[in-house]
């Protein structure tokens, strides 16, 4: 082969790899990036846009979409993009603009949905944050003259959107208790005509107690009839970030609706903020995707694509989360300066029974899919533990602030569900937005302490809270001797 007929050789080669380079296919269409003029002036080299071949997307791994504008065919595809009715997902139509969703949220979107059970049945949207997940989820149903229902140990961010945001905009609010057997009965006095949403928080926080969604759905449907034949059946929301789809798969349970804060478990390293809504109503993701578009946003693809590597480890993180948070909670049990603690992995728990229908062996699957996943899946309860160190008051509130600073392996930090183990006093904290009454009604005491139990050497965490708790009660012991001398 002459010097000539291999260079011709390699220009065809290089011809059709850089034609194959500028076309992309969107479901069974393709389109083409070369139907501009090629760039010959250096500023135009600059500005145009260039594409790696088709073979790029062979990576294992998603790629980040940064774009924020799509290219299309024509006008008319333009139109039909703008036409369309929202949804959660795009279709083979394609993107238009990335605060209408993006492919990296959209990948993102599709495993929690897996995650969720509602892969082929509904779908997930992803948000900037948790309580945007939540406030938009109210958003897209709430209106003036509408009702709610809320536990009283609800987050306290969504606390505060009720009372900041909600009751000004003239929806009615009110708070039960809706923890344990009694708490579905409790929802059903507060339900009434106008009611649009039942809000469910389990396990609650920071009290860990369960919620009967089970319950919860079946007194909707006998006071509004099932989902279908009655359009003014309220939704059944539920915030599940304690346990994530690993434990509590809420749709399944009787909710419409389930909410993650995926800042926490399911992103796992404290680097990102994210929130998941996911559903199997139609009408309901319409009204989020509008709510979404306009108002809030979806989740950038960088924090998109992080969230999808943090998810690829949920399954053994939560595994070691609970099998630490259980010794941890044992020596709280038994500590002389614990007055209660609250983790459904104890017999003390006031959700756990040997009865039957047990609201926490129901609420904590430990990512089995089946009965007999039991026989090779370990038993756990997740990574959260509240307790309430003695006394009363004020004395309650200087003890547990103490014992939070005292801690050295703990961090001392808001948030949750991360590999390291963090810890916070919801009374000068979290919750501290909430009067000091309706914190009570909750359960939340002055002395409360919560505890995300990360995934550190066992035995470093369990050492660490109680020489912080021995470290309090012996600097009280020296004071009372210099008192008494």
């Known amino acids: ?61 998603p790629p980040v979409y940064f774009g924020s504008t799509y290219l299309l065919d024509d006008a008319d595809h333009g139109a039909r ?31 929690i949905a897996a995650l969720e059970g509602v892969e082929d049945t509904g779908g997930t949207m992803l948000f900037g944050s948790g ?33 900041e945001f909600a009751l ?22 507060a339900l009434r005509d106008n009611t649009r949403i039942v809000y469910c928080e389990t396990p609650a926080n920071p009290t860990c107690r369960i919620t009967d969604l089970e319950g919860v759905s079946r007194v909707v449907d006998e006071v509004y009839g099932e989902r279908g034949s009655s359009p003014n059946r309220p939704y059944i929301l539920c915030d599940g970030t304690f346990s994530t789809p690993y434990h509590t798969r809420a749709l399944e349970l009787g909710a419409d609706v389930a909410i993650q804060s995926c800042t926490k478990y399911l992103g796992g390293h404290s680097d990102i903020l994210a929130g998941s809504v996911s559903s199997t109503s139609s009408e ?5 995707s509008k709510v979404q578009k306009l108002i809030t946003a979806p989740l950038n693809p960088m924090d998109s694509y992080l969230l999808m590597r943090g998810i690829r480890t949920l399954d053994v993180r939560m595994q070691r989360h609970g099998e630490n948070a259980l010794e941890v909670a044992k020596m709280l049990e038994a500590h002389p300066l614990v007055e209660s603690t609250f983790y459904p992995g104890l017999d003390s728990h006031p959700d756990k029974s040997d009865k039957d229908g047990c609201l926490v062996a129901k609420a904590f699957r430990s990512g089995r899919d089946s009965e007999e996943d039991k026989n ?36 001392l930090a808001v948030s949750l569900g991360s590999v390291e183990s963090l810890v916070e006093h919801p009374a000068s904290m979290t919750h501290a937005m909430i009067s000091r009454e309706e914190r009570l009604a909750g359960g939340l005491e002055d002395g409360l302490i919560r505890i995300s139990v990360g995934i550190e050497r066992c035995s470093d965490l369990v050492n660490d809270v109680k020489n ?15 008192a008494a001398a």
């Open 468 to 482: 912080s708790l021995d470290s309090v009660m012996e600097e009280e012991e020296q004071q009372q001797r210099r």
């Open 376 to 411: 090779i899946m370990k038993q756990t309860y997740g990574g959260m533990i509240a307790f309430i160190v003695k006394g009363d008051g004020d004395e309650a509130l200087m003890r547990a602030k103490k014992v939070c600073e005292g801690l050295r392996v703990v961090n």
């Open 81 to 111: 993009l703008h036409d369309k009715e929202e949804a959660a997902y795009t279709d083979d139509d394609g993107f238009v603009y990335s605060r209408w969703g993006s492919p990296t949220n959209e990948a993102c979107a599709k495993q």
């Open 284 to 288: 309901f993701l319409h009204g989020l």
């Open 131 to 163: 309580m945007s997940a939540i406030t938009s989820s109210l958003m897209s149903v709430l209106k003036t003259g509408d009702h709610a229902v809320f536990p009283y140990t609800v987050y306290g961010g969504t606390h505060e959107f009720l009372k």
């Open 1 to 61: 082969m002459t010097f000539a007929t291999r260079s011709r050789v390699i220009s065809n080669r290089a011809n059709k790899l850089a034609q194959r380079s500028a076309t992309a296919t969107v479901g069974s269409r393709q389109f083409s990036f070369d139907k501009h003029a090629k760039p010959e002036s250096f500023a135009t080299k600059c500005a145009s846009l260039y594409h790696p071949s088709e073979k790029a997307n062979r990576g294992l791994a």
């Open 168 to 189: 000004n905009w003239g929806v009615e609010i009110d708070f039960i208790d809706g923890a344990g057997e009694q708490g579905p009965e409790n929802y059903k006095k």
